[in-house]
């Protein structure tokens, strides 16, 4: 099996929740020794659901175990000098330092970057926070909504006439630790050319904020802002309930597609019409299009009109259920979905590497570590603690 792309690389991983986590489960997977530290606890993400069958437990936590693939597990209480003094062994062996704590924390510690730089000058440590390390919002908490919502990107998603809303789960967490981990291996590069480290401030608003693009560049050009949209708009590009689930049809008509193929297509004469047969026209008779649209897909069977869509060249998506995804023929094909077996859950799937490379391929080669599962690995055989150290450190609480 060739070695991963990252093989070698020793990353400290002092992140918990989403975004810090997923950050590091992308260096992991190809092939970074990545080390995670937990407080005694455990990891906050241990407890959020969903959980394998509805069972609450460390080990249970569905997020926490796709968040931590591939990674070693040690527990260590930061706020003791032997835990401090521990975790600068493993700084001084290390390339990269992940950790989203909020921004005060780190340096409440004598963690912050300075500190770990006088240790190990070639160190690349990366910063997660919710608005940065500077700036009046600093210190401001915040979650996965409040970040779409200062990040500015609720506001466009929704119906106009109802309240903005954002995309479900923890899309503002991945989004951040797909920047982080980028981030990351930036610097490291750097750090490979130069020998010298640097300090990655990530800020999950500003994460948001970068899809923004075209809303930005058009308001600062022009003065418009953009808004959510009506169901009904003479846009044909909407989610359409058909006879057995939904379909986001989009036949193409901004790139100048006659309308009448539009109409054979769905077998809809009463869309012949003047009422509809321009871009005007349909703007002007928008509610009346909608209604007879949803009155057509209604008909209409959603993965039969996805294939016959796109032999016609139509962009169509059909919204597919997680059942749906699973058993999607795209997905099996390149084998996406990969089976990962956990000593307490047994074996479970999980999505798989978001790209590939056949070169240094990503590879599911452990599940996410049990609380503590390698302290004696890490702290024995790694720094160099002999049983009797362990068992003095575990007394003292501080592994």
Known sequence: MPQGALEGVKVLDLTHHVAGPYSTKLLADFGADVVKVEQASGDPARRIPPFYHDETGPDKSLLFLYLNTNKQGITLNLKTRQGSDLLMELVRDSDILVENFSPRVMS???????????????????????????????????????????????????GYHREPLKHA?????????????????????????????????????ESIASALRDVVNNYTNTGAIRRRQPNHSGDLTRIRQTSDGHILPNPGMGLGLDWNVVVEFLEAPDLADDRFNTSSARLANAEELGEILDRIFQTKNKYEM?????????TYGVIQS?????????????????????PVVGPITYPGAPFLMDGTPWEAKSP????????????????????????????????
Request: proline fraction near 3%; aromatic fraction near 10%.
């Open 108 to 158: 409440s510690l004598g963690l912050d970057y300075p500190s770990l730089k006088e240790i190990n000058p070639s160190l690349v440590m990366v910063s997660i926070a919710n608005f940065g390390q500077t700036g009046p919002y600093r210190d401001y908490k915040a979650n996965d909504i409040v970040e779409y919502a200062l990040g500015g990107l609720m506001y466009i998603f929704g």
């Open 306 to 314: 996805f294939h016959a869509a796109n032999q016609k060249r139509f």
């Open 368 to 399: 996410a570590p049990t609380l503590g599962q390698h302290n004696d690995e890490v702290f024995g055989k790694r720094l160099g603690c002999a049983g009797e150290d362990l068992a003095r450190l575990r007394a003292l609480e501080v592994i």
């Open 169 to 205: 789960l923890h899309q503002a967490q991945f989004k951040a630790g797909t920047n982080a981990a980028s981030a990351a291996l930036i610097a490291l590069y750097h750090q490979r050319l130069t020998g010298i480290g640097q300090h990655v401030d990530v800020s999950i608003q």
């Open 322 to 342: 997680a059942e749906e995804v699973l058993a999607d023929e795209q997905f099996k094909h390149r084998g996406y979905f990969v089976e990962i077996d956990h």
